[in-house]
């Protein structure tokens, strides 16, 4: 699905990745779940493109449903896959996250849990290698995406800003729909390591300029970015009926 110019999205609301098309090739900002390989190559085919034109993969964080086909990637196709030194071990498999979820409600849940295992959840391919980046990087890849430091969710939580697209993508440090819930509006993420420092975090962001926050779960939101973190720090969106 594309969403601007050059701006490609794979996935949904519950999760979704994103490409960035340029005439040097494509960047993948994270990488979804082991089921979504179908779903690449379709979106690829309709852009007209192949897996071997993707130069690099950048990882939000290191979490299990957004890292789904960066091995894949990697291990056939010879794509690097980056992630911040912080979540590489997270990455690899050698530390997991034991952060709470939160609220619960059953129809939410139950939906994310039915669509995570029909693609492949329960069979995550962590990274056998990776190259690590860290806060201020600008990336030698399509876009040149720039490396922003938003620890919090996992220890190496970045966002990754492409001005090319005028778009802030955030993985897990920010949400516009809660899985668990069916809340939607800028919010905090469920499943977050250590929420008073990802809160903390969000004012890095403030400094981009970008129009367009592009979540891991939930819908694009296009607008003020300080006005995203005021909605997030104060009352927590609307339920989704």
């Known amino acids: 699905m594309q969403l601007a110019p050059g701006l490609h999205r794979v996935g949904n609301d519950i ?21 979504h390989w179908s ?21 939000t964080h290191g979490d299990s449903d957004h890292i789904g086909i960066a091995e894949r990637l990697r291990r056939d196709h010879g794509v690097p896959v980056h992630v911040h030194a912080a979540d590489a071990a997270r990455a ?20 994310f849990a039915v669509y995570a295992l029909r693609k492949g ?4 391919n962590r990274l ?7 806060d201020g990087d600008v990336l030698d890849l ?5 490396i922003v430091g938003l620890p919090g969710h996992s220890p190496g939580s970045v966002a990754v800003f492409v001005p090319l697209v005028d778009t802030v993508f955030v993985g897990d440090a920010l949400t516009t ?3 668990l819930t069916g809340v939607v509006g800028p919010q905090p993420a469920p499943f977050t390591d250590d929420p008073a420092e990802a809160l903390s975090s969000l004012d890095a962001l403030s400094a981009l300029d970008a ?18 973190i005021r909605l997030i720090r104060g009352p927590r969106g609307v339920a989704n009926g």
């Open 142 to 146: 399509p876009g040149s995406p720039q």
């Open 211 to 228: 129009h367009r926050i592009v979540p891991g779960h939930g819908a694009p939101w296009s607008g003020n970015i300080p006005d995203a």
């Open 15 to 35: 999760v979704a990745f994103h490409l960035i098309e340029t005439a040097d090739g494509i960047t993948m900002i994270d990488a979804g779940l082991p089921g």
């Open 92 to 111: 690899r498999g050698e530390v997991t996250s034991h952060a709470a979820g939160g609220p619960k409600r059953l129809g939410a849940m139950l939906g």
């Open 128 to 134: 056998t290698e990776v190259v690590e980046m860290h």
């Open 121 to 124: 959840g329960a069979k995550t």
């Open 177 to 179: 729909r809660n899985v």
């Open 39 to 59: 779903d690449l190559l379709a979106e690829l085919s309709s852009m007209g493109r192949t897996p071997d034109e993707i130069r690099g993969v950048v990882l």
